[in-house]
């Protein structure tokens, strides 16, 4: 069965349409581990879609929701001592450039972040352009939505926003320009991008940032190397654009340090955060550089719910726990992670349906074809089965990637390393067992 035909499932009869469909429902959630109605126990390799960075109901986590509960749940739309105290502690984690200098506006959703983002973008620069990249996924809203792409996510829902332009993301493995190894790939794309901003008669000529995904989650777990990411800041620094990370997916540790960016050095004017620092909890927001952010007024973007009491709460409490004994738990993830990735790739010598295996920390992308030769990606149908082939054995597991064929081994960042192993080994067997 495709999961197309899982989605049509009875049980999914009254969700609505447009969501996400996955053939197992969630009834309990510890750690790493979920349970079907039925009992079925499954581990986790989703996190949630990279959120549940702690692992889900996490004892620290429940104590903070009990307590809060006892004290102040929502604020209204002026500050709260908690979200104060958050603003403060998410300052304390930024990047270089951004830590300790920063204003943080909350929000509900990563969407809801980086709409913020595109209004404060128009009003500190006065300019209407943003440049992001093909790949990219930045939230579904109709701004926001306007940075995505993806047919799923465009196609009969525009017009979109005008003034956004997309830039080519370095994707080696199928290289738009044709090159031949990861270095040039982003090369040419860093060329084309300072080619767009530098160029008469590109269009592009009121650019007031360029936004990107210093790992890429959706477009395929990609992890260009820290030069490219050192050209497209240089390039903004150039053309007065601000540089934007959009880390919803790629923060709070993942990546195997606390923000991907800072595997390059850059340092980004605004990034903005979500999934992994709310975990169990909706959190999101959008961080400033102070210079930058005291040009927006005050009251200027209201948001009701923003940094509500269990929301701020538990961030807080996950920020503690990823970052106590010094970062120990993300240091934990750039060392496992490697591992994973070594045996995916011994795995991959044999197994030939893997074109690629790649990534930093617990975002690793496993991308996979019908032709090593040809690189022609795996359909629906083939996903079907393995991600069916990998429930079966109580792994979830979901895909990511332009032609949704990238494996992505994203769990929660404190999963015990027998289940990484076991999850990692019996993803070799089920594609080893494919008939292709
Ligand atoms: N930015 C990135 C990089 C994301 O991966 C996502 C979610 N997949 C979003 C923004 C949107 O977040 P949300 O689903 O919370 O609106």
Known sequence: ??????????????????????????????????????G?????????????????????????????????????????????????KISGIMPAGLKDNCITFFTQSGSSALESAIKFVRKITGRSQIVAFHGAYHGVHCGCGSLTTGDQYRKDFGPFIPGVIHAPYPYAYRCCF??????????????????????????????????????????????PNPEF???????????????????????????????????SGVEPDILTFGKGIGGDVPMAGVTLRKDLAEKIEDGSQPNTFAANGISAA???????????????????????????KDRLKEGAQKIKCIGDVRGRGFMIGIELVKDRETKEPFDADLMGQVIMGMLNKGVILVPCGRYGNVI??????????????????????????LDI
């Open 314 to 340: 538990v961030s807080m409490t996950n920020i503690d726990i990823l970052t106590e004994n010094d970062n120990a738990l993300i240091k934990r993830v750039a060392e496992l992670g490697e591992l994973i």
């Open 1 to 38: 069965e495709s999961l197309k035909q899982l989605g049509e499932a009875p049980e999914f009869e009254s969700m609505a349409r447009g969501a996400g469909r996955f053939p197992v429902v969630y009834d309990e959630g510890f750690g790493a581990t979920v349970k079907d109605p039925d």
């Open 40 to 88: 079925n126990l499954y581990i986790d390799i989703t996190a949630g879609v990279a959120v549940n960075s702690v692992g889900r109901l996490h004892p620290r986590v429940v104590e903070a929701i009990h307590k809060q509960t006892g004290k102040l749940m929502h604020s209204s739309d002026c500050s709260s001592s908690l979200r104060l105290d958050l603003a403060k």
């Open 178 to 223: 044709g090159t031949k190894s990861q270095e040039q790939c982003e090369d040419m794309c860093a060329n084309y991008l300072e080619y767009l901003l530098n160029t008469p008669y590109t269009g592009v000529d009121d650019v007031g940032a360029v936004i990107i995904e210093a790992q890429q989650g959706e477009g395929g777990y990609l992890a």
């Open 229 to 263: 990411l050192q050209r497209v800041k240089a390039s903004c620094e150039k053309h007065g654009a601000l540089f934007i990370a959009d880390e919803v997916q790629s923060g709070a540790g993942r990546s195997g340090k606390m923000w991907a960016i800072e595997h």
């Open 408 to 433: 992505r081994f994203m769990p929660s960042l404190t999963t015990p390393k027998k289940y990484l192993d076991k999850a990692s080994d019996l993803l070799l067997e089920v594609l080893e067992s």
